[in-house]
């Protein structure tokens, strides 16, 4: 007997849900993983010393070349030396996932034995995005938050370093998955948070707002220049180093060849 129409079609429509079914468990074992993973990993070495050992400590001296610094989470660590500043040597201190703690608590170990002429900092959406998961510690997190930076930003100024502080980067499009881990308040405490970072400006601290320059003065990263939810692609680093092309120099004598180290 032949398989009627009828028939044909809800067997086709069984086989997509369950083959979308099989993907999106996938995606979900991955992503569990991947969380799995990086919480195990923070257990080990809850500040990420490890991740730039003593041995990762480049002989800077011989270079003759002052040496700017990136600095914070993996929005740090994402983001490439600008071109076109020759005669300095760049290297970066991010790590991916970590909070304001985190990053303040390995500043002796990973910024001091470098001893940077210019600190950028960019840290602090880790600290807020907990907010979506802990709304009854929002005013904790974000005043710890402010109190993290406000530190960072002192040592670096104590090291004898100008400092370049960003505002946090506004996030992207809201995305499916994510949601169930989001809240609105969060937008909330990164506004509350940036107000505090642009009261930091100072002779020595140059804020960089980058709500205007990613975010065109809104709540969301202009799709343009987002890799995904909380992070940027090249287009979106190389806006925010048009900036630093123009803030650099004040700090720095540009001569001969510069260089980026990792």
């Given at each position: 007997m032949m398989m009627s129409r009828s028939v044909k079609i809800g067997f086709t429509l069984l086989t997509l849900l369950l083959i979308a079914s099989l993907g999106l468990n996938r995606y979900l074992y991955h992503e569990v993983w991947t969380y799995y993973v990086e919480a195990n990993s923070v257990r080990l070495d809850p500040l990420g010393l490890k991740m730039y050992p003593p041995s990762a400590l480049q002989d800077i001296s011989a270079t003759n070349q002052p040496v700017v610094l990136f600095f914070g989470d993996s929005r740090a660590a994402g983001w490439p030396a600008p071109t076109g500043i020759p005669g300095v040597t760049f290297i970066n201190r991010g790590a991916g996932g970590q909070t304001s703690a985190q990053v303040l608590g390995r500043f002796t170990e990973h910024v001091l034995p470098l001893k940077p002429r210019v600190i950028i900092i960019q840290v602090g959406v880790n600290d807020l995005k907990t907010i979506a998961l802990f709304p009854e510690r929002r005013d904790t997190i974000v005043s710890d938050c402010e109190a993290n930076i406000q530190e960072i930003v002192t040592l670096s100024l104590q090291s004898g370093a100008q400092v370049i502080l960003t505002t946090i980067f506004m996030p992207g499009q809201l995305t499916i998955d994510r949601r169930p881990f989001w809240s609105p308040d969060?937008?909330?405490?990164?506004?509350?948070?940036?107000?505090?970072?642009?009261?930091?400006?100072?002779?020595?601290?140059?804020?960089?707002?980058?709500?205007?320059?990613?975010?065109?003065?809104?709540?969301?990263?202009?799709?343009?220049?987002?890799?995904?939810?909380?992070?940027?692609?090249?287009?979106?680093?190389?806006?925010?180093?048009?900036?630093?092309?123009?803030?650099?120099?004040?700090?720095?004598?540009?001569?001969?060849?510069?260089?980026?180290?990792?």
């Open positions: 969060v937008i909330g405490a990164i506004k509350q948070v940036n107000t505090f970072i642009t009261g930091l400006q100072s002779d020595r601290v140059t804020v960089l707002d980058t709500t205007n320059i990613l975010a065109h003065g809104t709540e969301q990263t202009d799709p343009a220049y987002t890799q995904d939810f909380l992070h940027l692609n090249a287009a979106g680093y190389e806006v925010l180093n048009q900036e630093l092309r123009q803030v650099l120099p004040k700090f720095l004598p540009i001569a001969g060849v510069g260089r980026l180290e990792q």
